[in-house]
């Protein structure tokens, strides 16, 4: 069965950190970028950071640069998101996604964490 499966969010307070884990199964994750989108109330869908299936090269949004750490591992099947100096406004829905890097292009969403960072 093919699907991502995300370590529970939770509430954490301004200035605090918090690591989401991203576990995957049902396919072959080395040949898949990686992504953390993230959904705050009211808004659209966003995406937060982004790695590569081999090389490892990143992206991030600007909103989490210096703060966020994307990384994974192949050998686990698994991706992390490392979140440091948390403020209120990255409150949102977390999700982890799989993009194949070939063809046909194809990928998958797990079902979202909630992450609330609140005092």
């Known amino acids: 069965q093919v699907q991502l499966v995300e370590s529970r969010g939770g509430l954490v307070q301004p200035g605090g950190s918090l690591r989401l884990s991203c576990a995957a199964s049902g396919f072959t994750f080395s040949r898949y970028g990686m992504s953390w989108y993230r959904q705050a109330p009211g808004k659209e869908r966003e995406l937060v950071a982004h790695i590569t299936s081999h090389s490892g090269s990143t992206k991030y949004a600007d909103s989490v640069k210096g703060r966020f750490t994307i990384s994974r591992d192949n050998a686990k099947n698994t991706v992390n998101l490392q979140m440091n100096s948390l403020k209120p406004e990255d409150t949102a829905v977390y999700y982890c996604?799989?993009?194949?890097?070939?063809?046909?292009?194809?990928?998958?969403w797990g079902q979202g964490t909630l992450v609330t960072v609140s005092s």
């Open positions: 996604k799989a993009d194949f890097e070939g063809l046909p292009p194809h990928e998958v």
